[in-house]
T-cell receptor, first 114, second 110 residues
Framework: KNEVEQSPQNLTAQEGEFITINCSYS?????LHWLQQHPGGGIVSLFM???GKKKHGRLIATINIQEKHSSLHITASHPRDSAVYICAVRSSQHSGGSNYKLTFGKGTLLTVNP | DVKVTQSSRYLVKRTGEKVFLECVQDMDHENMFWYRQDPGLGLRLIYFSYDVKMKEKGDIPEGYSVSREKKERFSLILESASTNQTSMYLC?????????FGPGTRLTVL
């Protein structure tokens, strides 16, 4: 079983819809990251969370440490939001240089149609 | 802006060739990482380095080696390329908090 599970794997939405992508993890973590990868493009970091909720524009990320679960929400989705969204966790069990390692989910491919 | 650059966007090599993938970052980060990304498998860590000349194996180091002689440069080496090493290779560097990714190198081994 992967340490980081994302759902759904694929998501198709109409422009304007509210989007939710989920991430569950099985290890103790010190931080959780949400990343975005456009087709053919590099990966950019959207959020880093260790508790609570963060908001940036139309993107909202939440985390529930007790339930080992995080969600990424996109409000008023737009075709330019089409990308792969990746959840990654930094384990609290590592030490030294290993403390900076991330474990990644397999990603959620989001397609927003006009 | 942090910049992480990789030496090639696309690379085609033959089985058995020695392949060098170069990564350079300009933000004086101590930590650097090499990943491969494959459909259905996500990002998997090959090697990482947390200081010059220091390296640690990631989850899938077999068939790869790395070199970090200078802080800004982290090289991934395929000693004898094989077809199952056809993949997208991504380099990243990080502060203690955020990882910054390069654009990736799509390597095809024929």
């Amino acid at each position: 079983k992967n340490e980081v599970e994302q759902s759904p794997q694929n998501l198709t939405a109409q422009e304007g819809e509210f989007i939710t992508i989920n991430c569950s993890y099985s290890v103790g973590i010190s931080a959780l990251h949400w990343l975005q990868q456009h087709p053919g493009g590099g990966i950019v970091s959207l959020f880093m969370l260790s508790s609570g909720k963060k908001k940036h524009g139309r993107l909202i990320a939440t985390i529930n440490i007790q339930e080992k679960h995080s969600s990424l929400h996109i409000t008023a989705s737009h075709p330019r939001d089409s990308a792969v969204y990746i959840c990654a966790v930094r384990s609290s069990q590592h030490s030294g240089g290993s403390n900076y390692k991330l474990t990644f989910g397999k990603g959620t491919l989001l397609t927003v149609n006009p | 802006d942090v910049k992480v650059t990789q030496s090639s966007r696309y690379l085609v090599k033959r089985t058995g060739e020695k392949v060098f993938l170069e990564c350079v970052q300009d933000m004086d980060h101590e930590n650097m990482f090499w990943y491969r990304q494959d459909p259905g498998l996500g990002l998997r860590l090959i090697y990482f380095s947390y200081d010059v000349k220091m390296k640690e194996k990631g989850d899938i180091p077999e068939g790869y080696s790395v070199s970090r002689e200078k802080k800004e440069r982290f090289s991934l080496i395929l000693e004898s390329a094989s077809t199952n090493q056809t993949s997208m290779y991504l380099c990243a560097s990080s502060t203690s908090v955020i990882q910054f990714f390069g654009p990736g190198t799509r390597l095809t081994v024929l």
